[in-house]
């Protein structure tokens, strides 16, 4: 099977930075992806990292170590349209669908 | 290019009724998904299909639920008889072989059971 853990709730003001991180224990790994989903909206996708190392796009980065089955999303110059919920995703091959966390309800304040 | 096509928006049936929801994915994609997700959750899949052909339906409550794509573009989800647990948002979401460019998702459908 497969489990991903990631804290549920997260605040943080505007303009700062903040790190949503994201654990998982899976049989067979091919990449760990990032999605934001607004109230009442879609989730679209933010990020995918299938190897280890930083991934960059504009504000946004995205971390995995695969030894340590583990995770991040980086929120740069935090803005109040970014409160949302975020979620990691995993998924054992290229061909098997997506497996996603329980989300993290980020919260960002003036 | 066009997005993911949900319909409808909203529902709102009794218990033990049936409800039926549609989906059109973006031209091409030759994936698509139906998630289920409850309140306060991530979404869980339902069904994957690969072109018109069924890739991973273990988690689907084969005794109620039901979907099918015919032809490979279009998807039904159809739940029958609904339950008060089966109140969630339906999501529909496609994909293309890339695996780096993610799910698009639809807007879903909010399904209300009374």
């Known amino acids: 099977g497969q489990s991903l853990e990631q804290p549920s709730e997260v605040t943080a003001v505007e303009g700062a930075i903040v790190q949503i991180n994201c654990t998982y224990q899976?049989?067979?790994?091919?990449?760990l992806s990032w999605y934001q989903q607004h109230d009442g909206g879609a989730p679209t996708f933010l990020s995918y990292n299938g190897l280890d190392g930083l991934e960059e796009t504009g504000r946004f980065s995205s971390f995995l170590s695969r030894s340590d089955s583990y995770g991040y999303l980086l929120l740069q110059e935090l803005q109040m349209k970014d409160s949302a919920s975020y979620f990691c995703a995993v998924r054992r091959s290229g061909n098997t669908p997506l497996v996603f966390g329980k989300g993290t309800r980020l919260s960002v304040i003036a | 290019e066009a997005g993911v096509a949900q319909s409808p928006r909203y529902k709102i049936i009794e218990k033990r009724q049936s409800v039926a929801f549609w989906c059109n994915p973006i031209?091409?994609?030759?994936?698509l998904y139906w998630y289920q997700q409850i309140l306060g959750q991530g979404p869980k899949l339902l069904i994957q299909f690969q072109n018109n052909g069924v890739v991973d339906d273990s988690q689907l409550p084969k005794d109620r639920f039901s979907a099918e794509r015919l032809k490979g573009v279009d998807s039904t989800l159809k739940i029958q008889p609904a339950k008060l647990e089966d109140s969630a948002v339906y999501l529909c979401a496609s994909s293309s072989l890339g695996v780096n460019y993610g799910y698009t998702f639809g807007s879903g459908t909010r399904l209300t059971v009374v």
């Open positions: 031209s091409g994609h030759a994936t």
């Open positions: 899976t049989s067979g790994f091919y990449g």
